[in-house]
């Protein structure tokens, strides 16, 4: 048998680094890691997610640069699983697979009028302004008076935000340069961010919603009486505070800045309303009741009563939704790869030597730091495992057939040095403005960079 362990992980986000970090740790030299990545750019959502005013965030980056720098590390950008390489390649030649490939869809209500041009999934309107290849090309209608902005997490916060942010605010960010544009000339004025649940339900975290109450041009607005009374609810709890926050929010006269954050809660949008040309004009907004089921759990029910509201922009903050990758399990229902215990469960049960890790195997939830401790349960199943003699039993392999084969399957895979010299090219065209980065967003450009040209 190969002495040497050889592990693939497929996507190099925030959990596959970890993941990465910890196999380093526990089996050092008697370990390979390869990391594959659809795109030339490492690092998943911490690049094309955190929303780009939130520049601190991204420095987590450095610590999987100091993985990357890890002798037994290599990374193969530009390769995709699935068309590059597959399933089977990989079982012959790794003795572990570790999927780490996020929840790339975003979900939709499935409500009429979702086909109009106005009508998106957040999902696309996060990965246009971040410059992800993907979206790059996505043409939003920034000249609309009003967006709504359905769902109450993080992402409809960060979407609503980015929205509302003046052109002082968006100067130093890495906001793609064509988004830069659009949104210094946007002229929506107002986003009503609609939640279907009340204030106390909101998935939002104090931080996030505390900021939206600092923006420079945008006040928030929001009715007193939506929100519960917070002295009822359980002490030092996120939900809590949220409720504090928005009842401070709410009793605030509105400062006369120029534009609006709107909340509104207890209400469903049931259908998106066009024009003759198939841009959207409206939605329907029916009003709720919370009820708790026999659990305790508060569910939102329709009252019958509705209304129209105006709006030429409509963005689905409601989630995120894995996708299938040819030749791995896939639950259509949860949108994640079915495991126990981090292992891989195929139709007879836990497939050997494959594992999940993050947001594919958890579901779209939790920040990036929750994937950090979600990665060691994964790696401490595979090393338990190992330990068993539960692995892939490969061909050997040696680390020029490896390269050679990627190599025959995709010529222009880009190594973490290829990485390096797109970030230092994006880092020095930023300099000039004060910005991080200026981001290349289309893959040809990024290859050229990272070949040195
Ligand atoms: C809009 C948004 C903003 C966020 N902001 C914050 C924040 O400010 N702070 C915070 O702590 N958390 C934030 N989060 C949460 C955080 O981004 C996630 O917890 C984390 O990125 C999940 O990591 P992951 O590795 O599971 O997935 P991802 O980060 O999605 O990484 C998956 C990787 O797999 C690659 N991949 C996919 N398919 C393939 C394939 N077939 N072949 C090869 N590679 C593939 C992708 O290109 C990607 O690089 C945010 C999330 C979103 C959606
Ligand atoms: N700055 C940050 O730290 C940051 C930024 C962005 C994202 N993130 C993290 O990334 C993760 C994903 O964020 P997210 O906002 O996509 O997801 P989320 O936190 O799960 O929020 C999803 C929202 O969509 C609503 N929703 C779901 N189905 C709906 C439906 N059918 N109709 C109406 N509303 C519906 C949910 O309401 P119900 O509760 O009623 O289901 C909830 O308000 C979260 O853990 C988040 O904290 C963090």
């Known amino acids: 048998m190969d002495p040497v ?93 570790i999927y780490a490939v996020g929840t790339p869809d975003g979900r939709l209500l499935g409500i009429p009028g979702e086909e109009l041009r106005g009508s998106w999934a957040a999902t696309d309107f996060v990965g246009w302004y971040n410059g992800h290849p993907d979206h790059a090309a996505h043409e939003f209608d920034l000249s609309v008076k009003r967006a709504v902005v359905i769902g109450n997490g993080n992402v409809a ?30 002229q929506v004025e107002e986003v009503v961010v609609v939640g279907r649940r009340g204030p106390a339900e909101a998935a939002f975290t104090n931080p996030e919603l505390l900021e939206l109450g600092e923006l420079a041009a945008a006040d928030v607005l929001i009715e007193p009486q939506g929100c519960a009374d917070a002295a009822a609810m359980p002490e030092e709890t996120t939900a809590r505070r949220n409720v504090e926050i928005l009842r401070d929010l709410a009793h605030r006269p509105p400062s006369g800045k120029p534009r609006r954050i709107v909340l509104r809660f207890l209400a469903s949008p049931t259908e998106i309303h066009g024009d003759d040309e198939g841009r959207v004009r409206a939605v329907t907004l029916e009003q709720n009741e919370l009820v708790a089921d026999a659990a305790g759990t508060v569910r939102a029910q329709p009252s019958g009563v509705s209304e129209r509201l105006e709006a030429g922009l409509v963005l689905q903050a409601i989630g995120y939704r894995g996708a299938q990758l040819p030749g791995v399990p896939f639950d259509p229902h949860s949108g994640v790869i079915p495991t126990t215990d981090s292992r891989v469960i195929g139709e007879d049960g ?9 947001w ?31 692995l892939l039993d490969p061909e050997p392999q040696t680390d020029e057939q490896l390269e050679a084969f990627v190599a025959e399957r995709q010529e222009h895979h880009v190594h973490y040095e290829g990485w390096q010299a797109i970030d230092r090219h994006e880092r020095e065209r930023g300099e000039a403005d004060g910005r991080p980065r200026v981001k290349l967003t289309l893959v040809e450009h990024m290859l050229d960079v990272a070949r040195g040209r």
């Open 157 to 186: 916060i960060d979407v609503a935000r980015m929205l509302m942010l003046d052109a002082g605010e968006l100067a130093a960010t890495d906001t793609a340069d064509y988004a830069l544009q659009a949104l210094r000339a946007s």
């Open 350 to 358: 836990p497939r050997l030597g494959e594992y999940a890790v993050g």
């Open 5 to 97: 362990r050889r592990i693939a992980i497929i996507g190099s986000g925030p959990s596959g680094f970890y993941a990465a970090g910890h196999l380093l740790k526990a089996l050092g030299d008697g370990c390979t890691v390869d990391m594959f990545d659809r795109l030339p750019t490492p690092h998943g959502l911490v690049r094309s997610g955190v929303a780009p005013d939130h520049p601190k965030i991204k420095s987590v980056t450095r610590v999987y640069d100091k993985t990357a720098g890890h002798a037994s590390f290599r990374f193969f950008g530009n390769v995709t699983f699935g068309t590059d390489v597959n399933h089977d390649e990989l079982v012959a030649r790794y003795h572990a697979i």
């Open 360 to 390: 594919v195997k958890r579901g779209p939830s939790g920040v990036i730091g929750t994937n950090k401790k979600c990665a060691q349960e994964t790696v401490d199943a595979l090393l338990e495992d190992l330990a068993a003699g539960r």
